[in-house]
């Protein structure tokens, strides 16, 4: 494949969505496409551009290979449409929101991968959670339990790119725009 898959995973409550959301006219022009994750959660899910299924729906889709990539956590499945292998076929790069504990199966099937992990301080990732309202408070302390066992250590093992949002947003964005738009990502 000519193109390249760009490997976004970050805890629930990083700002993937909203990352990809401010860079995604920027990446339209670096001919980069972001993918829109089929999730088997309600419309409510505010801020995040995907395509809600029921869990049957998800389940008769993946069965019938609908998805490049697909996986469940947190009580949810999501899936990446088949259609980001036309897209990296035709030479264009290719922005997916993944999951961190499905990053070892998605590089079996992308080797070329380049991940990036958007990391947050722990107490702003709370205060996010808890903002957004859309877990209780046991969920949100499971999340952030989750969140732990994945530390620096882990994302330096696996030659991740970190992206620090705990401050300033658009520090973060332009850091997304440069990492995307230059060559050393691709070694």
């Given amino acids: 494949m000519d193109g390249r898959l760009i490997y976004l995973m970050?805890?629930?409550?990083?700002?993937?969505?909203?990352?990809?959301?401010?860079?995604?006219?920027?990446?339209?022009?670096?001919?980069?496409?972001?993918?829109?994750?089929?999730?088997?959660?309600?419309?409510?899910?505010?801020?995040?551009?995907?395509?809600?299924?029921?869990?049957?729906?998800?389940?008769?889709?993946?069965?019938?290979?609908?998805?490049?990539?697909?996986?469940?956590?947190?009580g949810l499945a999501y899936g990446i449409p088949r259609q980001i292998d036309d897209w990296l076929a035709a030479g264009r790069?290719?922005?997916?929101?993944?999951?961190?504990?499905?990053?070892?199966?998605?590089?079996?099937?992308?080797?070329?991968?380049?991940?990036?992990?958007?990391?947050?301080?722990m107490d702003v990732l709370r205060q996010r959670l808890l903002a957004r309202g859309r877990e209780t408070a046991e969920q949100i302390e499971q999340r952030l339990a989750r969140n732990a066992l994945f530390d620096g250590a882990a994302a330096d093992a696996e030659g991740l790119h970190l992206l620090d949002n705990s401050g300033h947003f658009a520090g973060t964005v332009e850091k997304l725009l440069a990492l995307i738009g230059t060559d050393r990502v691709c070694a």
């Avoid at 029921?54 to 889709?61: I, P």
Wanted: aromatic share 6%.
């Fill in 93 to 121: 790069d290719v922005l997916v929101n993944g999951s961190r504990a499905y990053l070892g199966q998605a590089r079996q099937r992308y080797p070329e991968l380049i991940g990036v992990l958007l990391r947050v301080d």
């Fill in 10 to 74: 970050g805890p629930s409550g990083s700002g993937k969505d909203s990352l990809l959301n401010a860079a995604r006219e920027r990446l339209a022009e670096q001919d980069c496409c972001i993918a829109r994750r089929v999730i088997t959660r309600s419309a409510e899910a505010v801020g995040e551009d995907a395509i809600a299924l029921t869990a049957a729906e998800f389940d008769l889709q993946e069965a019938s290979g609908a998805f490049a990539l697909s996986w469940r956590a947190n």
